[in-house]
């Protein structure tokens, strides 16, 4: 139990282009959403908190209008690149509280390449 | 604010070699401490956690004790094996329904036959 996915696993997509990356909690429902980015070689550095039927919270230096989060449901959350140019290409990470007891579960990661 | 601080990496050791991977932190509270490990292409997974002082989390034959005389989790193992290799993340997290995670930087275990 506990599983979380996130998709796509991989997406390359031209300067200027928007993707969107869908995290979900397969077999529990989360108020709470998490996305972060990993660059290589470094830690995970949390984007913004992701809140169902509430406007996501974003940490200091995070464009909410270049990163669009949205939580439709207790079991989705999506992030949606806007714009995307090289620079954002990175390893984004999502993650799911677990509403029950708190405890947090991780996705496998979206690569996200930017030509 | 909370704050993470991992040993630089990376880390090569033999198999059956004793591992420890020191870990402190800086927090306001009581927070909890995790161990997540990363393998090679896949994402985070809890290795083990400690919610109080004095507790001690253990998993896989990993070990950390949460001390906080000293606030450090350092991460030990008796005997790595090569299926160890993998990123280690130390992170800690606030009290409260609200709380985030903080991580450290990471670091890389390499484990050679």
């Known amino acids: 139990g506990a599983v979380v996915s996130q998709h796509p696993s991989w997406v390359i997509c031209k300067s200027g282009t928007s993707v969107k990356i869908e995290c979900r909690s397969l077999?529990?429902?989360?108020?709470?959403m998490f996305w972060y980015r990993q660059f290589p070689k470094q830690s995970l550095m949390l984007m913004a908190t992701s809140n169902e039927g509430s406007k996501a919270t974003y940490e200091q230096g995070v464009e909410k209008d270049k990163f669009l989060i949205n939580h439709a449901s207790l079991t989705l959350s999506t992030l949606t690149v806007t714009s995307a140019h090289p620079e954002d290409s990175s390893f984004y990470i999502c993650s799911a509280r677990r509403d029950w007891n708190n405890e947090q579960f991780f996705g496998p990661g979206t690569r996200l390449t930017v030509l | 604010g909370n704050s993470v601080t991992q040993m630089e990496g990376p880390v090569t050791l033999s198999e059956e070699a004793f591992l420890t991977i020191n870990c402190t932190y800086t927090a306001t509270g009581y927070p909890s401490l995790f161990w997540y490990v990363q393998y090679p292409g896949e994402g985070l997974q809890l290795l083990l956690k400690a919610t109080k002082a004095d507790d001690k989390g253990s998993n896989k034959g990993f070990e950390a004790t949460y001390r906080k005389e000293t606030t450090s989790f350092h991460l030990e193992k008796g005997s790595v094996q090569v299926s160890d290799s993998a990123v280690y993340f130390c992170a800690l997290s606030g009290t409260g329904a609200n709380s985030k995670l903080t991580f450290g930087k990471g670091i890389t275990l390499s484990v050679r036959p």
């Open positions: 077999d529990f429902q989360a108020t709470t």
